[in-house]
């Protein structure tokens, strides 16, 4: 939105619960995504097209890798400054919250947590200043929340390993420089690779038609016969716990990032209700806006408490993965019905990209769908507290 207005929403003084660190990266994120990203954004989700020239800003930033060690380029932050940093972005977009969320928890995490010191010398630096982009392989045309039974393989040819197979709705595939790609080998385990931009036999086509995440780029790997270097497998790692382990990082920041949009759509609405006039009064003097505004407002502050608690159990790396779950579910689900009541709260200028809200309604559709949608997160949850798998 050119006219951004945005002041972020605080009602339980969670920042008292930050340290100083932790409110510099946030004040320089949410000062960068005010001066970058909200007077272009509204035209780029209108003209699908991604604004490429904010990788630079993004890497200078330090949003790519913020927990990824200072020797390999990364930021050295705590895992509250990268919840933080991704809470901002999103209030910018969820699209340019997924390019960082990408290039940070699904290529750089894999790279330093499963990579040789070769690959992690070689792609960590570059992709932390944005210098390289990557992007993330898993999902297939026929396999989404079942990565288990994916069909891309890989085969040992000796020096190198021969790929085939197909991956689709990736973030970032079209413009990316490298790709982690999941495929199985000839046991059947599922084995990580860097397959690199130019490599015979391998094509990025950009996907086309979305309504959602518009600002976003989208696309489909190819694999016909790649020759992979033996050099560009990650060696010891083996089975879904890999790539699953890299989505507990990505779904921890998008339980931070949602939050961000729905204080946006929170932050418009209660504006816009203090000075829309009906009937003689602003909107917001009618008992039926209040509810609307006072439960939003509750929602964003159970959701706030709940990622600061999910980031203090991270840092203290006592979180495990089903309760990284419930917060993805739950604050993706909170910033879903508050965009619907903020577009409400705006009446016909709601649907108008005068205002963000619509953008972030028809985003967040995306968010709740990926890195495992709100379904499977509750059966996650419910085999958690079961002990029941309801999957199959
Ligand atoms: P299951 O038999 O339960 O588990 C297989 C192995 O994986 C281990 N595991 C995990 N490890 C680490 N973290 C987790 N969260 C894990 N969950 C499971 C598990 O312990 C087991 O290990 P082992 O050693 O015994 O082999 O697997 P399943 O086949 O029954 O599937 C389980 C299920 C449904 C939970 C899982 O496959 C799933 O999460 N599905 C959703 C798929 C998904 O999230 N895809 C995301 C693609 S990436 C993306 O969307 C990026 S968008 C980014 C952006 O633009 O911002
Ligand atoms: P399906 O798995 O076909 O699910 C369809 C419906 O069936 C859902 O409602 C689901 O909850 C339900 N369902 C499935 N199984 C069960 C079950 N056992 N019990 C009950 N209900 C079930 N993937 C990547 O690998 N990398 C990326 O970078 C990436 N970026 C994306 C960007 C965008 C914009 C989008 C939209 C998706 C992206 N994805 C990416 C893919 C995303 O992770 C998948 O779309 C998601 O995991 C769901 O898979 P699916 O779309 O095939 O849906």
């Not at 009602?11 to 990203?37: I, P, S």
């Not at 400054?81 to 901002?88: A, R």
């Not at 999902?139 to 020096?159: Q, Y």
Request: with cysteine; aromatic share 8%; proline share 4%.
């Amino acid at each position: 939105m050119a006219n951004d207005q945005f002041t972020a929403p605080d009602y339980f003084n969670v920042d008292d619960l930050l340290t100083d660190e932790h409110k510099l990266v946030r004040d320089a994120c949410r000062a960068w995504v005010k001066k970058e990203v909200s007077p272009i954004i509204e035209e780029c989700a209108q003209e699908c097209a991604f604004p490429k020239h904010l990788i630079k800003g993004l890497g200078d930033l330090g949003a790519f890798g913020p927990t990824i060690p200072t020797k390999y380029g990364g930021g050295g932050l705590d895992y509250i400054s990268y919840g933080l940093m991704m809470q901002e972005l999103e209030r910018g977009d969820s699209g340019i919250r997924s390019t960082a969320s990408v290039q940070g928890s699904l290529v750089m995490f894999p790279i330093n947590e499963f990579g040789t010191e070769e690959q992690k010398m070689k792609h960590l630096p570059k992709l932390a200043s944005g210098e390289q982009i990557g992007c993330f392989g898993l999902t297939e045309p026929n396999h989404g929340s079942d990565p288990s039974n994916m069909l891309s393989t890989i085969v040992d040819k000796g020096d190198h390993f021969l790929l085939n197979g197909a991956k689709m709705w990736i973030t970032n595939a079209n413009i990316a420089d490298i790709a982690v790609v999941w495929a199985k080998d000839e046991k059947g385990d599922i084995r990580g690779l860097i397959v690199e931009k130019g490599m015979d036999g391998f094509t990025a086509p950009e996907m086309h038609g979305k309504w959602s995440l518009r600002a976003s780029a989208t696309g489909e790997l190819v694999f016909d016969n790649v020759k992979v270097p033996k050099e560009n497998i990650f060696p010891d790692v083996k089975g879904l716990k890999g790539p699953l382990s890299c989505l507990n990082s990505a779904r921890y920041g998008i339980s931070w990032g949602v939050i961000g949009a729905a204080m946006d759509c929170y932050d418009s609405a209660l504006r816009y209700s203090q000075e829309r006039i009906q009937f003689g009064k602003p909107i917001a003097s009618f008992q039926l806006v209040q509810k609307k505004l006072a439960e939003m407002i509750t929602e964003i502050t159970k959701a706030q408490l709940l990622s600061w608690r999910l980031g203090v159990l991270k840092n203290e790396g006592k979180v495990n993965a089903n309760q990284i779950s419930m917060a993805k579910r739950n604050n993706v689900h909170m910033a879903c019905n508050i965009a619907r009541e903020a577009r409400q709260i705006h009446g016909a200028m709601g649907i108008t990209g005068e205002y963000s809200i619509m953008r972030h309604m028809m985003n967040l559709e995306s968010v709740l769908t990926y890195e495992g949608t709100h379904d499977i997160h509750l059966l996650i949850t419910g085999m958690d507290v079961t002990g029941i798998n309801a999957f199959a």
